[in-house]
C-alpha cells in the first residue's frame, strides 16, 4: 500500500499549519496509522513544536544528497519527523538551477510510500520552490483557516494555486478539504464564515473545528503535541475527530 501525501497548507501565515500537521499526526498514529512529518520550512517550527533541538541529519542533507531518509528520522510521539533547519533555505537557492527543480522531492520520496500509511507535509506560507515541490508530490491539500474575513482572501489565493499546480505540475492534485482552527465560538463571525465556506467553495469543510485553547498554546513550550500534554482538552479531541474524518475518506 501506498502512503497519501498530504500537505499541509495555507499561504497565509499564522493559521495553524504546524499545530494542525502535528496534532493530526499524532491523532492519525493513536488510530494506529504510520505517519511520517516533513518540515519543509527553512523556518523549522514543526521541528522546534515537537522540541528536535540541532539535529545531526535534516531534510536538507537529503536534498543535498549528503544523507538518506533513515538517518534523519526522529522517532516523537509514535510519529516519525524528518527535521529542518535554517540550512533548507539553501536548498531553495540550490533548486532553483536544478534541471528538474519542481520534482526533486517527488523523486526522493519514491522509496518511502510504501514504509508509512500518511506522510504529512508542513509548508511554508508561501510559494517558494519547496512548497512546489511538495504540491507537486502531494496527492491531496489540507487547509487550515481561521475564521476571520482576511482569512477568506488567503483562500482564494489558495484555489487559484491549486488550479495553476494541477495545470502544470500535478494534475492529480485535490483539496482534502478545510479545517477551521482557532474558533472562538462566541464571535457571530465564526458560524458566519463557515455558512459562507459550506456554500461558497467548492472543498469539504470539516465538521471537526478546533476552537482556541490554552493547552494547544502552551505545548510547543515543552515540545510535544497538545494530544499529549493534554489529551482530554477541546483541541485534542477535535484533533481526534478530524483524524476520524478523514479516514474515512480513505
Not at 476571520?148 to 494534475?171: F, H
Not at 477551521?180 to 467548492?202: A, C, F, G, N
Request: with cysteine.
Amino acid at each position: 500500500m501506498q502512503a497519501s501525501i498530504i500537505a499541509v497548507m495555507n499561504q497565509k501565515g499564522g493559521t495553524g499549519k504546524t499545530t494542525t500537521t502535528i496534532n493530526l499526526g499524532v491523532a492519525l498514529a493513536e488510530a494506529g496509522k504510520k505517519v511520517l512529518l516533513l518540515d519543509i520550512d527553512p523556518q523549522g517550527s514543526l521541528t522546534w513544536h515537537l522540541g528536535v533541538v540541532e539535529p545531526p541529519q535534516d531534510l536538507a542533507d537529503v536534498f543535498f544528497g549528503d544523507a538518506d531518509w533513515q538517518s534523519t528520522f526522529v522517532e516523537k510521539e509514535k510519529l516519525t519527523l524528518v527535521p529542518s533547519t535554517i540550512e533548507l533555505a539553501n536548498t531553495e537557492l540550490s533548486l532553483a538551477t536544478h534541471p528538474d527543480r519542481t520534482r526533486v522531492l517527488q523523486k526522493l520520496l519514491t522509496v518511502l510510500r510504501s514504509d508509512f500509511d500518511f506522510i504529512l507535509l508542513d509548508c511554508a506560507p508561501s510559494l517558494s520552490l519547496l512548497t512546489i515541490n511538495a504540491l507537486t508530490v502531494a496527492d491531496q491539500i489540507l487547509i487550515p483557516l481561521r475564521p476571520e474575513i482576511l482569512a477568506l482572501k488567503g483562500l482564494d489565493l489558495m484555489s487559484r494555486t491549486v488550479q495553476n499546480v494541477r495545470k502544470t505540475y500535478n494534475p492529480n492534485l485535490k483539496v482534502l478539504g478545510i479545517v477551521l482552527v482557532m474558533v472562538d465560538l462566541r464571535m457571530s463571525i465564526t458560524k458566519e464564515i463557515y455558512e459562507y465556506l459550506i456554500e461558497q467553495t467548492p472543498y469539504k469543510v470539516f465538521d471537526a473545528h478546533i476552537e482556541l485553547d490554552e493547552k494547544t498554546i502552551e505545548a510547543p513550550s515543552f515540545g510535544t503535541s497538545t494530544l499529549s500534554y493534554a489529551p482530554d482538552s477541546l483541541s485534542s479531541r477535535a484533533y481526534r475527530r478530524l483524524a476520524k474524518e478523514i479516514l474515512e475518506l480513505f
